[in-house]
């Protein structure tokens, strides 16, 4: 029997009916989006004790789709109260009534702000802390607000730096298409139905409307079936009331792959603004979608060429979403590692060191990639498989490739120019081409520093090519046990190509498949909270051009 909702928790469970759903028989995300707003104002409202509004919605990621007959349960409780305002978790569950097999539709967090009434001051007590996921949750609203409070500035700041940017996987490519024909534009008059309990329209409602809009515009670009993936984190600008006129235009603005973000913006007119044609911005938000054919497998999206200055605005403005949307998914992630090392086997070296190398080239084959930023000389590409994240970053550096070759394959050399790297040093020379390493790497965000037990392996190039391999990957090693000192972490797979462009200089390419350990190096760089990727890059390639042709490292 399942528990009663425990207290500061607001539960909703609803039978999904032929009313909910699309046209495929899913729930419409729309109707999950009214349900998810509801349950979220009804918790701020049992904390607060007072009438709340919707102030911003963080991303959410739909990780299930559900159907006619199934039930869903919405379960929202307010993580921690500031003075005014309220962050509030959501956490929504399918359920199959014939198998009784329970599955995690969604997690996101929303924030509600009390309204006073009349010119009474509000200050929100605390939130009573029971058990120690509570702890958990109250600590990263903290880190989540940040993050909130950062989103505007970071965007514009991502933004001044692509400027001069263009996504060079558009360069001569076919199949390219505009976005002109998958602009929607769709009006609601808003009825006392669509207002909420104070006479505001209702938040939910409006998201519903634009999702319908977004769904239309995506529908243009797939020639499929799309369905929602997640929302982009958005706040509301401004409320509307009945009588209001909601204009909701959508358009695509940039194709990953197989995802498209599609946004959308809504204006309000009252009946005096609609005569003069001057409306009210309240809204905007951005919406990514997948698609099916009719086989359901995945389509791919054309990739856009963005022709109006306009166009180029919304295409550079997709790329920075989609790379804070990245480091938020990960700065804020508190998932458990689940180690995938193996343990080191003499007998085994050479299959060891082979699956190594190979592990690395079939990561940089892979055809995915997506280029979040791009300099003259760094360019840093990010790849997400089911929840896995990848990052490439490609250097151009005026020096042979064999010299590149000797200081990165040797990685007691890396703490000179790694940040990260406190010490490195080898346990085990097994052959020419592979080596044991033990890694101390610095603290991140107050926990221990972590450390890692970590095999590379090297490889020249074959007769006819040009690329030299340094691949990394963790194993456990009996005589390296954890020490309570440091957190015992995880390299999946990671490691150097480099290739030769002429005789003096090379493109040197860094890959790291990511663990739930590593993620916080990478994820405040991500999001745009950073430079760090960029620093070690620079650093690595100011470390390779300063080196002489032996080998020796000058110290400037």
Not at 92 to 120: N, R
Not at 439 to 448: A, L, Q, R, T, Y
């Amino acid at each position: 029997m399942e528990r009663l909702a425990a207290p500061g928790e607001v539960r909703m469970s609803q039978a999904i009916q032929p009313a909910h759903a699309n046209a495929r028989g899913e729930l419409s995300a729309g109707q999950l989006l009214k349900w998810i707003d509801t349950t979220a104002c009804l918790a701020a409202e049992k904390h607060a004790g007072v009438s709340c509004v919707t102030a911003s919605m963080d991303d959410i990621q739909f990780e299930e789709t559900a159907r006619v007959g199934q039930v869903i349960t919405i379960k929202a409780k307010v993580t921690r109260a500031f003075s005014t305002s309220m962050e509030i978790s959501i956490k929504v569950i399918v359920q199959d009534t014939l198998t009784g097999i329970e599955k995690l539709v969604s997690v996101a967090f929303s924030t509600f702000v009390a309204k006073p009434v009349g010119k009474e001051k509000i200050h929100l007590k605390p939130v009573i802390l029971l058990t120690e996921q509570d702890h958990v949750e109250h600590n990263l609203a903290s880190e989540r607000r940040k993050v909130r409070l950062q989103h505007e500035d970071t965007f514009n700041n991502l933004m001044k730096d692509s400027s001069s940017f263009e996504d060079p996987t558009c360069d001569e490519e076919e199949g390219i298409v505009a976005t002109r024909g998958t602009a929607v534009q769709s009006i609601e008059l808003v009825l006392p139905p669509h207002a909420n309990h104070h006479g505001n329209t209702f938040g939910g409602q409006i998201m519903a409307w634009m999702e319908t809009v977004a769904t239309i515009s995506a529908s243009r670009l797939c020639k499929g079936h799309p369905f929602l993936k997640s929302v982009d984190m958005f706040k509301f600008r401004g409320p509307s009331t009945v009588g209001d006129r909601l204009v909701f235009n959508a358009i695509v603005n940039n194709t990953f792959q197989t995802c498209v973000e599609v946004g959308v913006r809504v204006e309000a007119f009252n009946c005096r603004e609609w005569s003069e044609g001057r409306g009210r911005h309240i809204n905007s938000a951005f919406l990514i979608y997948n698609a099916v054919d009719d086989k359901e497998e995945l389509i791919t999206f054309p990739r856009i060429e963005p022709i109006s200055q306009d166009d180029f605005r919304r295409y550079r403005g997709a790329i920075a979403r989609k790379r804070i949307r990245l480091g938020r998914k990960y700065v804020i992630s508190h998932k458990e590692e689940v180690p995938l090392c193996i343990q080191w086997d003499e007998s085994k070296q050479a299959s060891l060191s082979n699956g190594n190398v190979e592990a690395l080239r079939k990561l940089a084959a892979k055809r995915s990639w997506e280029v979040i930023s791009a300099s003259e000389k760094i360019k840093i590409y990010t790849l997400e498989e089911q929840d896995v994240l990848a990052v490439w970053v490609e250097k151009h550096v005026k020096s042979p490739a064999n010299l590149a070759y000797c200081l990165l394959s040797d990685f007691t050399k890396r703490p000179l120019w790694d940040p990260h790297y406190m010490s490195c040093e080898v346990i085990d020379r097994v052959n020419e081409n592979d080596q044991i390493y033990y890694i101390i790497c610095s603290e991140v965000n107050g926990d221990k520093p972590k450390d890692f037990t970590v095999l590379v392996s090297r490889r020249k190039p074959l007769k006819d090519g040009n690329t030299y391999m340094v691949a990394a990957k963790s194993i456990i090693l009996p005589s390296v046990p954890p020490s309570p000192q440091y957190i015992r972490s995880e390299v999946i797979c990671a490691g150097f190509l480099i290739q030769a462009i002429d005789s003096t200089s090379c493109t040197v390419s860094y890959l790291n498949q990511m663990s739930a350990s590593i993620l916080p190096y990478f994820a405040g760089n991500l999001g745009g909270w950073s430079k760090s990727i960029e620093e070690a890059a620079a650093s690595c390639i100011q470390f390779i051009e300063n080196a002489t042709d032996d080998g020796h490292i000058s110290i400037l």
